[in-house]
């Protein structure tokens, strides 16, 4: 686990290995018809596998509430400068740039490699996929307004 | 003043992301979702008066960040009975709408096979990983090529430098080749269909984005990876059907 992960994200790396078996969570309404409707038709070698779909929507509301803090923060702190004298139209332009490129990276990222890898690691991959965006929206933003 | 309507605003954020976790109507939590915005957008136009025009800035500043958060991630975004969201769960009908789940519709979050109550229910056959459908994700990498590309731009004229288009270029090659590699292990159309969307990233890139897609794509056909944790397997049932048979 790189030194940089987060204590949510390490926790939520963690809770797929932990947390029981597919269909067998705790307090999911849906986790008995989950384990039925899929047993039948998996795949013989993920049998064994360990993460339930309740993990990966456990993993996509991890998602939501790092965008949500990413775009509430990063709003609150461009208002916060703009009203102690920073000039309105670069930092507004910044924020969109920020912003745009930071869902626009980390969502398929984490989609993408859900798709390829699976559950595991999808959190990291979006987090790490929503900085390279963000800071690549911010950059050519600042290098249009010719900062 | 100013840093008591800022923090009004930091409440009304706050308050506004934190809906979701109370057990409300889904119109009950997009209400109070909505109230939180517009207050924070009054809390931001005060943090600036008497500078006007600075207060509306910040205020749209504001309300524009919530609308964009209400998009990503949530479905609190209906105009004329439609929800629009990112997401393919947020994009389902709101749960006081939909049909029971016997009638093979999602419910509020269901978009898997198992919370229908079907297992051949797939209520987005193309999408990645069930989160993104294949337009929207498509649409995603357009934005990414254009800040790749972009900073590529701004780096030849001598406008930018340093490791971060370096990085933009990594990180557009590497979506190219597992977005190719994606579609191509999972026998998907090229591009999953979205040839426009395609074609606008292959022509942003000078069409090393197309190259590098083509070659992860026809490659992944010969040597498919499909590992057993995969997400296509959980959220599109006919690729456990055809794995079982195989």
Known sequence: MPAAVSPAAELAQRSISRWPARGASAGSPTSGRQSNAHTHSIPASTKGFTSSEADAKALEGFGRQLTKAGIGLDALFTGYDVANGAPLGPAAAEFGGRAAGGFAGGWPAGSLWGSLVGPEGTLIVGLLGGIAGAAGGDEVVKAGLGE | MKDIFFGAAVVCFFAGFSVSSFRLSRNAQRRAYWVCACLAGVSGFLMCYPNWEKGLGVAGLFFGAMAIAAYVTTPYIKIGGKVYALTVSDSQPDPEEAPTPSGGHASAKGVLAADSGDPEFDPAPDSYSAILSAAKMWWMLVIVAVIAAGNMYF?????????????????????????GYADGSWNYAIARRQHFQFGVVSLITAGSFAVVYLAAYFTARLRPLRRAQSMEYRVHPRHSKRSAAD
Do not use: D, H
Not at chain 2, 171 to 178: E, Q, V
């Open chain 2, 155 to 179: 780096v030849v004229v001598g406008r930018a430098g340093g490791l971060i288009p370096v990085i933009m270029a990594a990180f557009i090659t590497l979506l190219a080749i597992g977005v």
